[in-house]
C-alpha cells in the first residue's frame, strides 16, 4: 500500500492508499475539503472538529439519500414477477444536517422537529474536550 499527501482545508495528511486507488482516494479528499470549506466559509462554525462533523454529517446524508433513490429507481424498473415474504427497503434515517444556509436552502427537510436536539447534543459532545483536528 502506497502513502500519498493531501491538503484537506489547508492541513496536510498522509494517507495509506491502494496502488489501484489513488484517483477515487483523491476524489473523496476534494469532496472532504470542499464540503468543510463550504462550512468554514459560511462563517458560523470555526473549530476544525466541528466543521469535520458537519461535513461528515451532511456527506452520510447525502449517500443515503442518494442510495435511497437508487434503490427506488431499481424497485421501479423491475419487473413484478412475486411478491417477496420480506424486505427491508428503507435506508437507515438520520436526521438532517442544517449546517449553513446554503445547505438549508436545498434541502426542505430540515424542518424536522428533531434537529435542535441533535445539534444541541453535538455542541454538547464536541464542546467537552476542547482540542481542534
Excluded: W
Aim: aromatic share 2%; with cysteine.
Amino acid at each position: 500500500m502506497k502513502q500519498i499527501e493531501v491538503q484537506i482545508m489547508g492541513q496536510s495528511y498522509l494517507l495509506g492508499c491502494p496502488e489501484d486507488g489513488e484517483s477515487q482516494l483523491r476524489s473523496a479528499v476534494d469532496h472532504v475539503d470542499a464540503a468543510m470549506c463550504k462550512i468554514r466559509d459560511a462563517g458560523k462554525v470555526k473549530a476544525r472538529d466541528r466543521i469535520a462533523v458537519l461535513a461528515s454529517l451532511n456527506i452520510a446524508f447525502d449517500l443515503i439519500q442518494a442510495q435511497a433513490a437508487s434503490e427506488t429507481a431499481a424497485e421501479a424498473a423491475a419487473p413484478v414477477t412475486a411478491a417477496p415474504v420480506a424486505a427491508i427497503t428503507s435506508p437507515v434515517s438520520l436526521p438532517s444536517p442544517a449546517v449553513t444556509p446554503a445547505y438549508a436552502a436545498n434541502h426542505a427537510e430540515l424542518d424536522d422537529p428533531r434537529l435542535p436536539q441533535l445539534l444541541q447534543r453535538l455542541d454538547n459532545a464536541l464542546a467537552g474536550d476542547g482540542h481542534l483536528l
